[in-house]
């Protein structure tokens, strides 16, 4: 998960590329185990990003 967080926050990667990245095939389980361990979805990391 933290090299997905990682890929996000660097721009190397949009949200369903990094959670293929990681072994996730559902963007949805994903999104669910992304918040459940950092408390924010994951297309929040991409706008904190760009902000």
Same mark, same amino acid.
């Given at each position: 998960?933290? =090299?997905? !967080? *990682?890929?996000?926050?660097?721009?190397? =990667? /949009? $949200? &369903? %590329?990094?959670?293929?990245?990681? @072994?996730?095939? &559902? #963007?949805? *389980? +994903? @999104? !669910? *185990? +992304?918040? *459940? %361990?950092?408390?924010? &979805?994951?297309?929040? $990391? #991409?706008? /904190?990003?760009?902000?």
């Amino acid at each position: 998960m933290q =090299c997905a !967080t *990682a890929l996000m926050q660097v721009g190397e =990667c /949009n $949200v &369903s %590329e990094s959670a293929a990245m990681v @072994g996730y095939n &559902s #963007l949805s *389980a +994903f @999104g !669910t *185990a +992304f918040k *459940a %361990e950092y408390g924010v &979805s994951p297309h929040q $990391v #991409l706008v /904190n990003r760009i902000e």
